[in-house]
């Protein structure tokens, strides 16, 4: 048992486990996916254009960021290739199936589907998503300075 100042009963004690903050979390994030949504077709419409922002960390050092890769595994996730998205950057597929979990299993809730409760926000799930990023970069850098192997350029045409 941990008498200092930071516990594992204390850290569990953050969630967020009241209704209200879920269905809040809930209606905003619904206005955020119809937006991203709207955003991710355009972006397929329009995919003619390949360009995008350059990283400056990896422009200026040739070494990849947590962020690197984001923008190549949202687009791969859209056109249905899970293992390249996760391969690109482990965060976005992470993401959209706690999305998919999340609004799913509210939507049911709010249809009054018997048995069926919406799933909670729980501290973990961030911890868990930072852990995939700063792992994600780790073995990208690895292999990119150890191996000579550009990860993100494998499957880019």
């Known amino acids: 048992m941990s008498t200092g100042a930071w516990s594992w009963s204390r850290w569990r004690s953050t969630d967020i486990r009241d209704n209200e903050s879920d269905k809040e979390l809930y209606r905003v994030g619904l206005i955020v996916l119809i937006i991203l949504g709207v955003l991710g077709g355009i972006y397929l419409i329009a995919d003619s254009c390949h360009r ?5 960390l990896h422009f200026a050092t040739g070494l990849y960021c947590p962020g690197c890769g984001g923008t190549r595994a ?3 996730l859209f056109h249905g290739h899970l293992i390249r998205s ?7 597929p992470y993401g959209a199936v706690m999305c998919l979990l999340f609004f799913g299993s509210h939507t049911l809730e709010n249809l009054h589907v018997p048995h069926i409760r919406g799933m909670r926000f729980k501290n973990i799930y961030v911890w868990i998503l930072l852990g995939l990023a700063i792992a994600g970069c780790i073995i990208k850098n690895i292999l990119l300075v150890g191996f000579d192997i550009d990860i993100l350029s494998l499957f880019s045409a």
């Open 52 to 56: 995008t922002l350059p990283c400056l």
């Open 74 to 76: 949202v687009k791969a």
């Open 86 to 92: 996760f391969i690109y950057h482990p965060v976005v």
